[in-house]
């Protein structure tokens, strides 16, 4: 039996899941073997998470609550790193402070 999981997490981040955004999810979602989905109802339509393409054409503003489903090797894994990711901003508040620092 294949493993499978499944979550739901809100785009808190100002612009949604715009380009950088978008890409961090990607790239991030690329690095598991697993199948991983994305949609912005529990019906769907579901899309590729690793596709920046259809990511960006989602164009879920900030609010949306994005649902998550994986299946394959390391789905719990992949789904638990894309929530976590999407809580923590995409990182964004943390670079943020990097460049106020450095400036």
Known sequence: MSAKAAAQVEIKHEVGLHARPSVKF???AKTFAADVEVALTP???WFDAKSIVKVM???APKGTVLH???SGEGA???VKALVALV???F???VE???HVRTA
């Open 76 to 78: 719990d894994s992949a």
């Open 26 to 28: 990607t790239k991030l």
């Open 43 to 45: 019906e769907g339509p």
């Open 87 to 89: 809580e923590r901003d």
């Open 57 to 59: 054409a989602a164009k």
């Open 96 to 98: 943020g402070e990097a």
């Open 91 to 93: 990182d964004e508040a």
């Open 68 to 70: 998550l489903r994986a």
